[in-house]
């Protein structure tokens, strides 16, 4: 009799959680329409033992016995965590995991969501504790320069927070685990699946906003998560131009008539393999850092670090290359000339940035074509402009492919040339590589450092523009 009690209790509690989770995620549809397709994708399902409410990225987990808890203690509490954890399915916080610092993407990414909830202010979702949480929320808004995951990661990295600050914010923002955000095998619903419902969302909120002001934080989050990223290394190969490697051609040599040979003629080869290949690789391309006040020093070798890497791949690039990088903030400042892999490391290591004026694109290309006119190219095949994007465009399009590459959306930013294109690096992969090329090539980088200062070479300085010109 007590196991069919016991077994009743269970069932009828498994019943009332069940109901909460209904009502919640209709509380969620019926003022916010918009994420009707993302709910569909998260159906909730019971995980007893959980003591929480989490997910994957293909359904809602809950446990029965804490979701009747959490209604009982607070009844916006059960919503409130739905459309908490709806909106990192929306934003890709899932995705991320990883890839990323633990730490800090958990807590940015729960005050990212939490503070989108807060604007949401949904009335079956509200906390004893959403006073408090908006107060943090706008202070580190302010801070941070906004509420998106991805730069409250980047400034708790830069502004790490005390033990006892970073435990009372996780207590704070906290309304679901993220255990399960580690994928265990193929997940159902992909990263491009979720993007394109994050895609429906925001087209589904223009009409839904037209009666209602304050979203502005969804509708940033939005942006950040849809936005398109970019491979670098695929970037850098509509640079590539056609030449010719000193290199056995394996695909023009037939190896039937070279053994015929060895076998009955002794030593003698009847085809000796070409010691030549057309090949596309990198060849001749410049390199333009946008070295104004508002372009910060980490970043930009960040990026050099990421190029060099990209360069440093054989696949890519000849043995002989022509790389200019152009330092210019409202003039051009230096000129350093690339011809190996040794240049482009002394350059990344030792290298200076000059300027921090104003931005004006236009004298880089002025400078690129003195340059083509004193015959420093061959064939030119295009420019990488790294910049913040608040500057002067040139009006004339160049014979050359351009490229202006930055590290975040920006809306208030004045649009990049027709004929040239805009590409949104990734600044937490652009550091992650830094750091790898660092740590397998620090040993002998320092060697080199001691060699050069003892020495007392600045053989950068004899490459900058004033010697060059």
Request: net charge negative; glycine share 8%; proline share 3%.
């Amino acid at each position: 009799m007590k196991k069919e009690g016991h077994a009743s209790a269970e069932k009828r509690m498994a019943s009332l959680a069940a109901r909460v989770m209904e009502l919640a995620y209709s509380d969620i549809l019926i003022h916010m329409r918009f994420f009707d397709v993302a709910l569909a994708r998260l159906q909730p399902v019971a995980r007893s033992g959980l003591r929480g409410i989490a997910t994957d990225g293909t359904a809602c987990y809950y446990d029965p016995v804490y979701v009747l808890q959490c209604y009982r203690k607070e009844s916006g509490m059960v919503t409130r965590s739905c459309l908490h954890m709806l909106l990192h399915c929306v934003f890709f916080h899932n995705f991320q995991y990883g890839k990323l610092e633990g730490d800090n993407w958990d807590l940015a990414s729960d005050i990212a969501v939490e503070g989108v909830a807060l604007e949401l202010g949904l009335a079956g979702a509200s906390l004893d504790k959403d006073r408090e949480a908006a107060r943090v929320v706008q202070g580190l808004k302010e801070q941070a320069g906004g509420i998106t995951a991805e730069r409250l990661y980047r400034y708790f990295r830069q502004v790490p927070l005390p033990g006892e600050e970073r435990e009372r914010l996780g207590q704070l923002f906290f309304r679901d685990i993220h255990t399960l955000w580690v994928p265990t095998g193929q997940l159902e619903v992909t990263q491009e699946q979720w993007k394109k419902i994050s895609q429906r969302v925001k087209a589904d909120l223009k009409s839904f906003s037209r009666a209602r002001d304050g979203l502005a934080d969804l509708e940033k989050n939005l942006e950040e998560a849809t936005r398109d990223r970019y491979d670098y290394g695929e970037i850098l190969r509509r640079f590539t131009v056609m030449g010719e490697d000193m290199l056995v051609n394996d695909e023009e040599f037939d190896y039937v008539y070279y053994m015929y040979g060895l076998e009955h003629y002794g030593n003698l080869p009847l085809v000796e393999p070409l010691e030549y290949k057309e090949s596309e690789k990198v060849k001749e391309f410049v390199i333009a850092i946008d070295t104004s006040a508002s372009c910060r020093g980490a970043l930009v070798k960040a990026f050099l670090r990421r190029t060099y890497s990209i360069l440093k791949d054989r696949e890519n690039f000849f043995s002989k290359i022509n790389v200019h990088i152009i330092q210019c903030d409202s003039q051009v400042q230096s000129d350093t000339k690339i011809t190996g892999d040794e240049d482009f490391e002394k350059f990344v290591k030792y290298g200076k940035l000059k300027g921090f004026g104003a931005t004006d694109f236009r004298p880089v290309f002025a400078y690129v074509e003195k340059l083509k006119g004193q015959g420093e190219f061959e064939n030119l095949k295009g420019l990488i402009y790294f910049t913040d994007g608040y500057g002067i465009y040139p009006e004339r399009m160049p014979d050359y492919q351009v490229i202006f590459a930055f590290l975040e959306e920006d809306v208030h930013r004045t649009p990049v040339p027709p004929w040239s294109m805009k590409v949104v690096l990734e600044e937490e992969e652009l550091e992650k590589e830094g750091q790898e090329r660092e740590g397998a090539g620090g040993e002998r980088l320092e060697k080199e450092g001691q060699e050069r200062e003892e020495a007392g070479g600045e053989e950068l300085e004899k490459k900058d523009l004033g010697e060059r010109t």
